[in-house]
């Protein structure tokens, strides 16, 4: 019988320290607005891993949505439906060709409260990404693009070389990092890099901008072009940092969309 009762009070003590264990360590307050992070061509939902982790420790809600990187227009309506599945605020955050869906994602989204663009395109209407990129000199994607995929239904699926992505898409990443991206990098058609934009919501809602100052898929120049243009709350740029400084340096693009899910004026 002692043996039993004792064994019922470690049982008891371990039930406890388990509860503890499971219980989240900070409940999320209820006017977060959570946080929608959109990938662009050539990456994943996970290059997102550390910028989502470092929100999550503020106590934001996120999620990384994988982008189909098919089309702008249908694009953008698989991300504003998962905008409208979430209650309450959202922030939308975009990389690279994410920026050209979030554009057009939040057009008529009433939950959508802020724009972040993450080394990405802001188009005007009627603006593509292929535009944007050849608007300004730097860009030295073209040539390290592996010859197009063709599909069933005659479009063309764009990779780049593998054995040069890492100089191209992630040089201030270490190779054990970009090399595993390489293999994993998701397509995008041809056809979505020319598609023009069917709307610009950074034209009446707050947006942020950060970038690095060593891109080589989208000229610095046109980043800085498209970040005066939307009149930008606030620019970031990470020195020395590559195409992909939500993998490189995932601390300055937290920051920011930090910045911007707290932010409470609207601009003017």
């Not at 197009?148 to 990092?177: C, E, H, N, S, T």
């Not at 970040?227 to 490189?248: D, F, P, Q, Y």
Request: charged content about 20%; overall charge positive.
């Amino acid at each position: 019988m002692k043996k039993l009762s004792q064994f019922a009070r470690a049982f008891c003590a371990i039930g406890v320290l388990g509860l503890q264990l499971a219980a989240p360590a900070r409940a999320t307050p209820p006017d977060r607005p959570t946080i929608v992070l959109v990938h662009g061509a050539f990456a994943e939902s996970a290059s997102w891993n550390d910028v989502a982790r470092d929100l999550r420790a503020r106590s934001f809600p996120v999620i990384a949505v994988a982008n189909p990187l098919r089309g702008v227009k249908s694009d953008a309506a698989y991300v504003g439906a998962v905008v409208a599945s979430v209650p309450g605020p959202v922030v939308l955050v975009g990389h690279s060709y994410g920026g050209s869906v979030i554009s057009a994602a939040a057009e008529g989204r009433p939950n959508v409260k802020a724009l972040v663009y993450v080394a990405a395109f802001a188009p005007e209407v009627g603006e593509s990404a292929v535009d944007l990129s050849g608007k300004f000199p730097g860009s030295t994607l073209g040539p390290t693009l592996a010859p197009p995929v063709a599909l069933p239904d005659g479009g063309k699926d764009l990779y780049i070389q593998q054995p040069l992505f890492g100089r191209q898409f992630a040089a201030d990443v270490a190779p054990r990092v970009s090399g595993p991206m390489a293999v994993a990098q998701r397509p995008v058609t041809e056809a979505a890099l020319g598609e023009p934009a069917p709307a610009a919501a950074w034209k009446h809602l707050p947006s942020w901008f950060v970038y690095g100052d060593a891109d080589r898929n989208i000229p610095p120049a046109a980043l800085s072009f498209m970040a005066e243009r939307a009149k930008a709350v606030r620019t970031v740029v990470v020195k020395g940092a590559s195409h992909v400084v939500m993998v490189s340096r995932p601390g300055p693009v937290a920051r920011l969309i930090a910045e911007a899910a707290e932010a409470k004026a609207p601009r003017d």
